[in-house]
């Protein structure tokens, strides 16, 4: 990826803008999203991360934008990143008024590039995609006439490429954007921002043997987002007793060094909650489509005051473990709810 420092003349990196994408995030604002979202799928989009540079503040001033972008797109294998090169590539060309190919010598074998014409403003785009690993590298660097020519824009492909294939390195802060966002709290919640954030293994284990494992299993970075009725000051980890005065949603992604160590972390976490309810009546909920490695539970608290329902989904994408469970009143707390919400952290991880 394109760091910080590699910024083009007169660019700002925008970090707020650059990070982990899902699938969705990823063709947000495209005219042909929802067939682009498709062809993606079926090439097997496992993940993409992005970073971005803006010549001017947007979206003032438009008609002097000088916008680069530079993505590293996932897939299952190194085959199939090297198919999926001419996907993303039909891809560039659907959203470009009318492209041309330009030069690739010097890139990596399998290499693609286009200029585009802009369709928004009076400009042009240079678009360079290859294969390298398990990914999809790809350089857009677009903007105004006269802000952008095909020597910069070649220059900083071949910059992109020589960093050679790495590894997908998140920083723990950047796991926030697979969970449940602030701007999309569950209803009749609001953030507890004191106990969310980045996490760390202590704040996932239950006991020091506990605390070893998740160690030996290989995490990496944790982050997890709380969700409260205003009422509910002191909100319990979800796997303790709900105090029954107000409702309760947590949203959690672990990351471990790799999806082999992902999945052996998923089988820790499902023995560890099914022992945690061993003795008490549970409902295994039915996990859709969010994969083979995948749990539902229910429950039920009953209560003097008012019983508490719990019903919670976690599960592994890849390197990450996802979870969210929801706590609280039989009409706060069903299983379409808690669906819902897993659904949506699904779409979150591609």
């Known amino acids: ?13 925008l970090k707020t803008q650059s990070g982990p994408l899902s699938l969705d995030q990823l063709v947000r604002g495209d005219n042909n999203a929802a067939a682009e979202k498709q062809l993606l799928q079926a090439s097997g989009f496992k993940g993409a991360f992005r970073s971005l540079f803006a010549g001017v503040a ?14 590293a797109i996932a ?7 090297r198919a999926a090169v001419p996907v993303v590539a039909a891809l560039a060309r659907r959203t470009n008024a009318a492209t041309t190919a330009t030069t690739t010598t010097g890139l990596p074998a399998g290499a693609v590039g286009i200029h585009g014409t802009l369709t928004s403003v009076p400009g042009s785009s240079y678009f360079y995609a290859w294969p390298s690993a398990n990914t999809v590298r790809l350089l857009i660097d677009s903007g105004a006439s006269g802000l952008v020519n095909q020597p910069a824009s070649f220059a900083l492909a071949r910059q992109l490429a020589a960093q050679g294939p790495r590894k997908a390195r998140y920083r723990p802060a950047d796991l926030r954007g697979l969970v449940l966002g602030a701007a999309n709290a569950p209803a009749g919640t609001q953030l507890n921002p004191r106990a969310s954030g980045v996490k760390t293994v202590r704040n996932f284990a239950t006991s020091p043997a506990g605390l070893s494992q998740l160690k030996r299993l290989g995490f990496r970075a944790g982050y997890g987002s709380e969700y409260v009725s205003p009422g509910l000051l002191k909100p319990r980890p979800s796997s303790q007793s709900h105090s029954g005065q107000g409702n309760y949603v947590l949203s959690e992604a672990q990351q471990f060094a790799n999806p082999q160590d992902g999945l052996r972390a998923y089988r820790f976490f499902r023995q560890r909650e099914l022992n945690l309810f061993r003795g008490h009546p549970i409902r295994m909920l039915s996990t859709g489509n969010l994969g083979s490695a995948a749990t539902g539970i229910g429950y039920v608290d009953v209560k003097a005051g008012g019983s508490v329902y719990g019903y919670g989904y976690f599960w592994q994408r890849g390197p ?18 808690v669906a819902s919400l897993a659904q949506r952290m699904n779409l979150y991880s591609g």
């Open 1 to 13: 990826m394109l760091k910080p420092s590699d910024a083009p003349a007169g660019s700002t990196y």
């Open 58 to 71: 947007l979206p003032a001033a438009i008609t002097r934008a000088h916008l680069t972008v530079s993505f």
């Open 75 to 81: 897939f299952p294998s190194a085959g199939a990143a």
């Open 320 to 337: 990450f473990l996802l979870a969210v469970f929801e706590v609280g009143s039989k009409d706060y707390a069903t299983t379409s709810s």
